[in-house]
């Protein structure tokens, strides 16, 4: 009998970016698909750090970095879960 | 609440809010403008996170409502390039008595400024592109006293 294997689960989300978080990456937004071992926002911020040079330039420095998951802010060792969109950003400057 | 690129009238914003109102005694108008620094910036240009920055100003709107007993809200934030003079941010705020209605637009401006998602980027007058204004502390620390 052919064994069924599960497909692997792939994990698609979308990544936005603002302010210099933005420039530096060099795009606004863009889908990410992490690996699963990725749980928290920070384990995110780390592997995106891996990506290229652009994007060790934005997340050289995360400490100071917010981020939110689907719309609502979030820290950094929140669990990224079933979210669909996270955006990472400076502090903000409004008002 | 309201986000966008448009220019607001602040006094008929303000207007509109007591407009055939018998009950509200005290009204508080707060309008933030771009300042152009001793001559130096020739415009602002404020990024925002379309979705999350409606849904914070209302989170926060609705935070002051609970705080005190307000008869009217209004906080408008703009985003686009802004040139002196021009304002980015309005603040209304209507209650019975005046102490209420400074303390709810004092809080909404604080809370404005370190929880909506928008950003500023200055352009200088001498053509070159500035920096990303950084967050203050003492922002922050005007945020942090409303908690606990």
């Known amino acids: ?95 | 609440m309201r986000v966008q690129k448009e220019v607001f009238d602040a006094s008929a914003e303000a207007a509109a809010l007591t407009q055939g109102r018998r009950d509200i005694g005290a009204v508080v108008t707060f309008a933030g403008l771009c300042r152009d620094e001793g001559g130096a910036l020739s415009a602002l240009e404020i990024e925002h996170y379309p979705g999350m920055a409606e849904a914070e100003i209302n989170r926060v709107a609705q935070e002051a409502a609970s705080r005190w007993p307000l008869e009217g809200i209004i906080a408008i934030h703009r985003y686009g390039p802004i040139k002196p003079g021009e304002p980015i941010v309005l603040v209304v705020t209507a209650s019975t008595h005046r102490a209420e209605a400074f303390a709810a637009a004092s809080f909404l401006m604080d809370y404005l400024k370190t929880e909506a998602p928008f950003w500023k980027k200055q352009h200088f007058a001498d053509q070159t592109s500035g920096d990303w204004v950084e967050a203050k502390a003492q922002d922050l620390a005007a945020a942090t006293k409303w908690r606990g």
């Not at chain 1, 420039?23 to 911020?45: D, S």
């Open chain 1, 1 to 95: 009998m052919p064994s069924e294997r599960a497909a692997p689960k792939i994990i698609n989300m979308k990544a936005l970016y603002f302010a210099w978080v933005r420039e530096r990456i060099g795009k606004a937004e863009e889908e990410i698909a992490p690996p699963e071992t990725i749980k928290t926002v920070g384990e995110l911020m780390g592997w995106l750090h891996g990506q290229g040079d652009n994007y060790a330039a934005a997340f050289a420095h995360t400490k100071s970095m917010r981020a939110a998951l689907d719309r609502c802010h979030v820290k950094h060792d929140a669990l990224i879960g079933e979210a669909r969109e996270i955006a990472f950003f400076p502090p903000m400057t409004g008002g």
